[in-house]
């Protein structure tokens, strides 16, 4: 039997190191890592999805993206032959933001976002993964937000925040937190629910992906 090929892609200044404990059976699966690259100047994001699309060399293969991946991969399904799509701690349509989103593009307030500070590791983990964060575990988080060009991190708040995609696919699969703090649950219909799920439960939850992912991918 051939094995499917599963390209995952990490959330907005994360590196593909996010995903080393996740583990799919490599006997039906063979895994590849996708990596943010330095967007052009004003690069829409359906340009860049495109660009991104280069890098899936198999027809036939499941994507899987991650918070801002996840919205990356639903941008590049035009551009490739993909069997599933797959989406984690991520939204649908700009209709599943939490209105600190709406907020924000109504009022521009994202363009004051101070991005060159997050040259400082501790503002960009308390931005990307909620001011919970703990600091006994930025070392943790050091590792895996490699991404802090502030042209790349300007233009991912910019893209995020004004997603037009106002219409969900339904062939989208959906797995979210139901303690989601960046996409509260409230907010989203269709998903598959983890329960104690957070932003980060690619991290902490690796054992429930682990078991359920397979399962989930090779599902009719």
């Not at 801002?68 to 649908?92: R, T, Y």
């Not at 501790?122 to 909620?130: H, V």
């Not at 042209?151 to 062939?171: K, V």
């Not at 649950?185 to 054992?207: A, C, E, Q, R, W």
Request: glycine share 4%; charged share 25%.
């Amino acid at each position: 039997m051939s094995k499917i090929h599963v390209y995952f892609m990490p959330g907005m200044a994360a590196s593909s190191t996010i995903f080393e404990r996740i583990q799919l059976p490599e006997d039906q699966f063979e895994t590849h890592l996708l990596e943010w690259f330095i967007p052009e100047k004003n690069q829409s994001l359906t340009s860049y999805a495109k660009k991104m699309a280069e890098n899936i060399h198999h027809e036939n293969c499941i994507l899987i993206g991650v918070s801002f991946g996840g919205i990356l991969v639903q941008e590049m399904k035009p551009f490739v032959k993909a069997k599933k799509i797959v989406i984690i701690s991520s939204v649908k349509s700009n209709v599943e933001f939490p209105k600190r989103f709406k907020i924000a593009k109504t009022t521009k307030a994202y363009k004051l976002m101070p991005t060159k500070l997050f040259e400082n590791i501790e503002l960009l983990t308390k931005f990307s993964f909620g001011s919970s964060i703990v600091k006994q575990r930025l070392a943790l988080y050091e590792k895996f937000l490699a991404v802090r060009d502030k042209r790349y991190l300007d233009w991912a708040i910019e893209q995020i925040i004004n997603w037009e995609r106002t219409e969900i696919d339904n062939e989208i699969i959906h797995i979210h937190g139901d303690a989601d703090e960046v996409f509260p649950p409230k907010y989203i219909n269709d998903f598959i629910p983890v329960k104690g799920g957070t932003h980060i439960m690619i991290l902490s939850k690796y054992k429930w992906l682990n078991e359920n992912l397979p399962k989930i991918l090779l599902g009719d």
